[in-house]
Each structure stands twice: as C-alpha cells, then as structure tokens.
C-alpha cells in the first residue's frame, strides 16, 4: 500500500481515539466503495440485467465493540463545517475529485448519534437531524433478525462519495456498517446474502424501494472488473475492465429532479407502464401467458405490438427489452476488448433513455453528447434513474483528464455551474482494510 493509502488509516484512528477516548480494544478499519452502472438502465426490476462497477470514491469506517449494547456514531459529513482533507491527489482544488475527505472538527469530541441494541431498532422520522442512522440501524437491525449475535459499537465513518449524488452512498453506509458489525463479531457472510439484508435494510428503515444492484456490487465488486448481473437469478460475471486500457470518468450534472412522494411520481409511472406492457404481452395473439416480465418479451414482439398497445407504453416497453438485449451485449465486447463497439451500445442507450423512456433532462444530454467530442472517449451515457444526476463515460486513460476539462469549460459556459467530474477505475467491494 502507498504512503498515502496508509495515511489516511493512521488519521482516521486518531479522529476515531478523539472521539472515542473512553472505549477500549481492537479496532477494525473498513471501507465500502460508491458504484457506477456502466449500462443497463431501468432494466433491474424487469428481471434484466444491469453492469456496475464499484468506484474509487468510498465510505472509510474505524469501528470498536462496546459492552454495553450501544451503537454510537459519527460522520463526518453531519455536523460538520465545511474543512475539507486532501488524502490523495485531487487535483480540482475543491471535492469536485471525489477523492477528498472530510476532518473532524475540532468539536466532536462526543459521538454524534446512538442507538440501543437492548431495545427494538426503530428508524427516526425523516426530518429528525439523525435521520441518516437510519441506515446503520437498518443494517444492524437486519442482522440481529437474521439471528446473528452482535456487541454493541462505536463507528466514526468518513467518505469521498457524494450523499444523494447517484452514486449510491446509501448502500455502501448500510454495507459498510454491516460488514463492521460482522468484523467485530469475528464473522463474515456471503456478499449476495448481505446484499439481500441490506437492500432490505434500505426498503424498512429508509423507506426506499431499491433494486438489488447497487448492494450486490458495493457487497461482491471484484477490483479490476465490472459485474454483469442477472437481475432474475442473481447469477452474476465479472468482466475485465483493463487498467492499462480503460477509464471510466463519471461527471455529475448536479441536477436533482425531486421525483416527488408516492406513487405518482415519474419511477413509479415507468414501473406501472412496465406492468400495464406485461399484461399485454403476456396476452394472446401476440403475447403469450409465459411472459412474466419485459426479460421475456422479444424484439419482433415490440415491433408487431406498434398500433396495438398505447404508444407511451410500447415505447417504455422497447427502452427496456433493447437496455436488457444491449446490456448483456456490452459485457461481451468489453471481454472482447472491443471498446469502439461497446461505446456505440453507449450511446444507444442513452438514445434509449432520451427518446423511449424519456429520463433525460437536457443538462445530461449535453454532457453527455459534448464528451463524444473528446478524442479517446468510447462512449458515454446518462447513468442512474435519471432527471438529472450523473454521466459515465468510457475513454482511454490519456483522455480522461481532457474529458474532465471539456466538460468542465462546457457546461460551465452553458449552465453557469461546474459539474463535479472525476477518473476511476473499478474498485473492489467492501472489505476489511486493518
Ligand atoms: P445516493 O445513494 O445516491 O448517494 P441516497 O439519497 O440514496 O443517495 O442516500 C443518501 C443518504 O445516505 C444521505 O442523505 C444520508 O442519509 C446517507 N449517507 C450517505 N453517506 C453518508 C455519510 N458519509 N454520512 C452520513 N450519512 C450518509
Ligand atoms: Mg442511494
């Protein structure tokens, strides 16, 4: 390990020995990495498959039992004023990198926020300001019902990926937390099986019905690959993503598009089309009964079912079983190393998603269209459950700095705002660092 990936440890358990000051015994260092879906969009609950990569951006935790059956925690990302550490080379100046991490401030020498594992595990109130322990309570909570014996902890966490910016540092906190509990309980657990129990975490105790990718790649991510995952058995392969040969760049449009509560906002509108194209495909003549999702629906179907079914419809219908057909057609390329081809898939897609599924807003259009302007740049699509949020890009390593720079001018010149841009490779799942 660098002089830099050292580093960071020994200053992370001198933060946590602040904090901290009045347990004692071992610690554990653990880190959970962001991710990245490369392609596959929208496909995850209509059984197809989806083609993450953990990035670099991650969630470091230091992390002790206690006795006394109390789960005390700090981030430094709540509370805190705006100080911002440089563990590695940003190169950006500010967090644009993602590659930065927060110190503690001086006045945090107490724990943040605590939980009981004497009493049931509840989630706060969504306003309440300890609102984000939802997460580590759900993970804890999940264990504990899976009937795994836990300590109570003490947990001081810092992290480089953005919160609520696309890249899903909500999962690598519950697997992060999840993965220190079992650290500290001298166990470990299949990464699908956590998987699972977070994701279920994330749906009890943060009210968000996710998928299972984000997770699963945070849980099982294997460093140099990206993950082709089945979203129907959860079979999964792991494809070479050459360091010598690739970079992926990921810039964030820092557009957020409030999808809005309940069941009338756009992702539950699109999973509601979705059924209503089930139904129909899975009716004679056309359809026929086996049809169980859009993973079973064929192209030619799509095609005799124009004038038939709604047009909105048909078309959401035609987003996901062309994402799914590219998706798996991706992965072969990138083992073949064909990476012109599976740019074009790229751009395929995210065609797919402007015009059939229509979850593009024009700021991601224009990073994404002026990366393909960029010499060295294979492909680039919106990634993400859309509105806003973040592009990835696939480029040679040589081009992933003039990328950064293009974008930055552009969208600057355009918007008025920088976008937050940074290089990764893929990173490996969660894992016990000391
Ligand atoms: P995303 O997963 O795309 O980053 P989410 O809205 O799903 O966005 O999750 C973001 C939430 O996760 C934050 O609002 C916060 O509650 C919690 N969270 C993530 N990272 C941290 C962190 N480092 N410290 C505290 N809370 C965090
Ligand atoms: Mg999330």
């Known amino acids: 390990m660098s002089a830099a990936g050292t580093n960071w440890i020994t200053d992370l358990r001198r933060d946590f020995d602040r904090v901290f000051s009045s347990s004692k015994g071992r610690t554990h260092v653990i880190r959970a990495p962001g991710r990245v879906n ?95 322990t939802n997460y580590p309570r759900g993970a804890i909570a999940e264990l504990i019902a899976a009937g795994i014996p836990l300590s109570g902890m003490d947990v001081l966490l810092t992290s480089s990926i953005p919160l609520g910016g696309g890249l899903s540092s909500s999962a690598a906190l519950l697997v992060g937390t999840a993965r220190c509990a079992l650290a500290l309980a001298g166990l470990t657990m299949d990464p699908q099986r956590l998987a699972l129990l977070c994701q279920k975490a994330e749906h009890e105790y943060a009210g968000a019905p996710v998928g299972i990718m984000d997770q699963t790649i945070i849980a099982a991510a294997r460093a140099g690959t990206a993950m082709l995952l089945d979203c129907r058995d959860l079979s999964k392969r792991f494809v070479p993503l050459d360091a010598q040969e690739l970079r992926v760049v990921v810039a964030n449009s820092l557009v957020k598009h409030d999808l809005g509560a309940g069941g009338d906002n756009e992702y539950a509108k699109r999973r509601r089309q979705c059924e209503e194209a089930v139904r129909f495909f899975a009716t004679p003549p056309i359809g026929n009964p086996a049809v169980k999702s859009l993973r079973d629906v064929t192209l030619q179907q799509i ?62 259009d224009f990073l994404s269209a002026e990366a393909m302007k960029v010499k060295g740049v294979y492909g680039a699509r919106m990634t993400g459950g859309g509105f806003g949020g973040c592009i990835v890009a696939l480029v040679q390593p040589r081009a992933a700095t003039a990328l950064i720079e293009h974008l930055t001018r552009g969208y600057a010149d355009r918007f008025g705002k920088r976008p937050e841009c940074f290089v990764t490779t893929a990173a490996d799942g969660a894992s016990i660092v000391a």
């Not at 929208?42 to 989806?50: A, I, L, P, Q």
């Not at 039992?65 to 005390?72: K, T």
């Not at 989630?123 to 300890?130: A, E, F, G, V």
Request: hydrophobic share 35%; glycine share 6%.
């Open 38 to 132: 490369l392609i596959g969009e929208h496909t995850d609950y209509n059984d197809g498959f989806v083609f993450p990569m953990a990035i670099e951006p991650e969630i470091r935790f230091v992390c002790r039992s206690r006795e006394d059956g109390q789960v005390r925690l700090t981030s430094t990302e709540m509370g805190q004023k705006e100080s911002v550490a440089s563990s590695q080379n940003s190169g950006a100046g500010s967090r644009n990198a993602s590659t930065d991490y927060r110190l503690l401030d001086s006045q945090f020498s107490r724990p943040l926020a605590s939980f009981s594992l004497n009493e049931k595990i509840v989630p706060l109130d969504k306003h309440d300001k300890d609102a984000w």
């Open 303 to 364: 095609d005799q079912a124009k004038g038939k079914l709604d047009d909105v419809v048909l078309r959401r219908a035609r987003h996901v079983v062309t994402e799914t057909a590219r998706t798996a057609r991706f992965a072969e390329l990138l083992a073949e190393k064909k990476y012109e081809q599976a740019g074009d898939l790229m751009l395929q897609s995210h065609a797919s998603m402007r015009d059939d599924y229509e979850i593009t807003v024009e700021e991601v």
